[in-house]
């Protein structure tokens, strides 16, 4: 084989597992966004992930029709992938903000499918190309298939360390469509000559270029302007972590958090959440010498807290450093939690809050739950029995746990599903809902070793909104919220406890949120 055929076979192994990255950071990259935008994580990843190896299969029967011109046919691929595939995270944005409800969806399917059809093109495009060439056939397939399958396993790594947590969704789409395009450049330059019309295709690879580094260097500032229009208030913050994106918006002294999308406070009502969470346990309790926060990294809960002169340590919890840190620095979230996470009395710990409960034997007075709702697999596990059965052992006898537990009024079942979970560890429950102008009314639910009789709680700190007069009150319920589940035909829903095993939690808040 001569030097060129070298080369040409050479490079077709390395091209083989480089659109293999590619193809696996888009397929990733399409689960990410239908996570962020349209939630139900395994849901989104489980149909991204089937209609991108479902195309992969229609790509490779149609490849059946490609016999000739496969360089060229091979060019124009990577274009395609290119273009679309550099272009769909921020067409995505775009779609969610301007186009009707459910377009997002299925034209996120729609690219999915489409890229994975390219995807599938690929690779026997390769393997014939290669024979073409002269290396032996099953020589040549093998060594296509080992790039292949090995470039899948480095663009997987890829996406999750480096270019999610470093370039975001949107320059990540384009920063990889670059990297097939240029793929496509190399192939046309290697042979170069055995393609006729070449002007075409430079100046069909040089217009591409130029979308593609536009949208790189440009495109992340148009697709803040889209998602801004998700947003009722202008943006003054937002970042992606390594776990979720983060987004503080402020209009007329208003300032609101959001993570993923869902609204966690806004400042001008805040003080009706955060007072029903943190002081009737602290009126139940025996002793507050202990006392144990998870979630809640924006610091207000520990704000409220440390108004307990009694109070010797708050531990709290949350997974997200990102968070956490944004609470110690940015002016808006320090103007609402006064710094309390620097407080001396305060220990911040960035962990899973289920593996911080396994590993600790510690006992708290006071357990405060100010969790994220359960919308994906990882908050689930934290609306499980196995997680309360955690929060029961480590609550000392006479103390008390409350957790935030979605609305009563809009998921109705999904609260009165979370009551039974706690209350199938063993733990007494005492319920409580509040109308909070920016979330609607939303539910608590207050859990012990012993029996709680709101009547006894007096609360011992001063608040703006929560008294002894209002507390009783807060726990009745509407007929149309309470813990009764009345089918359409008028039959009784017995509601189980959620688990690890049997995760029902999650359909029920879809299908509750769906129309909110």
Request: net charge negative; charged share 20%.
């Amino acid at each position: 084989m001569e030097a060129r055929g070298i080369r040409q076979s050479h490079f077709i192994y390395w091209a083989s597992g480089i659109v293999s990255i590619c193809g696996i950071i888009f397929e990733v990259l399409f689960g990410a966004l239908g996570s962020y935008i349209l939630g139900d994580g395994v849901k989104q990843y489980t149909l991204t992930i089937s209609l991108f190896l479902t195309g992969m299969g229609v790509g490779a029967s149609l490849s059946e029709r490609v016999m000739k011109q496969l360089i060229i046919a091979f060019v124009w691929i990577e274009f395609m992938v290119a273009l679309i595939g550099g272009f769909s995270s921020f067409a995505m944005f775009g779609m969610t903000a301007f186009a009707p409800a459910g377009s997002d969806a299925l034209f996120l399917y729609l690219v999915t499918f489409t890229i994975g059809a390219l995807t599938g093109l690929e690779l026997p495009i390769l393997i014939r190309k290669a024979n073409e060439i002269g290396v032996e056939l099953n020589r040549s397939t093998a060594r296509v298939l080992f790039s292949d399958y090995a470039g899948g396993l480095i663009g997987g790594l890829l996406f999750a360390f480096y270019l999610r947590p470093q370039m975001g969704m949107v320059k990540s789409a384009f920063f990889v469509g670059c990297i097939n395009l240029a793929v496509a450049i190399i192939v046309l330059y290697l042979f170069r000559s055995e393609i006729k019309r070449m002007k075409v295709h430079l100046t069909a690879a040089t217009v591409i270029a130029a979308l593609l580094i536009a949208g790189l260097f440009f495109g992340e500032e148009m697709a803040f302007s889209f998602e801004q229009k998700l947003y009722k208030d202008p943006i003054i913050h937002m970042e992606e972590s390594k776990y979720q994106k983060i987004v503080l918006t402020k209009e007329q002294g208003d300032t609101r958090l959001f993570l993923n999308g869902s609204l966690q406070f806004s400042s001008t009502d805040e003080h009706r959440y955060h007072e029903t969470l943190v002081h009737p346990p602290m009126a139940y309790a025996d002793a507050h010498e202990q006392v144990l926060v998870l979630g809640g990294g924006d610091g207000i809960a520990a704000k409220e807290l440390l108004d307990y002169k009694d109070i010797r340590e708050i531990t709290l919890v949350d997974l997200d450093p990102a968070v956490t840190e944004l609470a110690r620095k940015n002016y808006h979230l320090l103007e609402l939690n006064h710094g309390s996470l620097d407080d001396e009395r305060v220990t911040v710990k960035n962990q899973d809050a289920f593996t911080f409960l396994e590993e600790s034997d510690q006992f708290y007075d006071v357990i405060i739950i100010d969790l994220p709702d359960p919308n994906n697999e990882s908050l689930n596990k934290l609306y499980t029995r196995e997680f309360y059965s955690l929060v029961r052992n480590h609550l000392s006898p006479g103390g008390a746990a409350m957790i935030q537990a979605t609305s009563p009024v809009f998921a109705t079942e999904v609260y009165w599903t979370i009551n039974e979970t706690v209350k199938a560890t063993g733990m007494f429950t005492e319920n409580f809902h509040v109308d909070i102008p920016s979330f609607g009314n939303w539910g608590f639910i207050m859990a012990s070793r012993n029996p709680i009789n709101v009547e006894d709680l007096k609360i011992q700190e001063d608040t703006t909104y929560l008294s002894e007069d209002v507390l009783p009150a807060l726990t009745v319920f509407g007929k149309d919220e309470d813990g009764e589940i009345i089918t359409s035909e008028g039959e009784s829903i017995r509601l189980k406890p959620n688990t690890l095993i049997d995760p029902h939690l999650i359909q029920k808040y879809e299908q509750a949120w769906r129309h909110y």
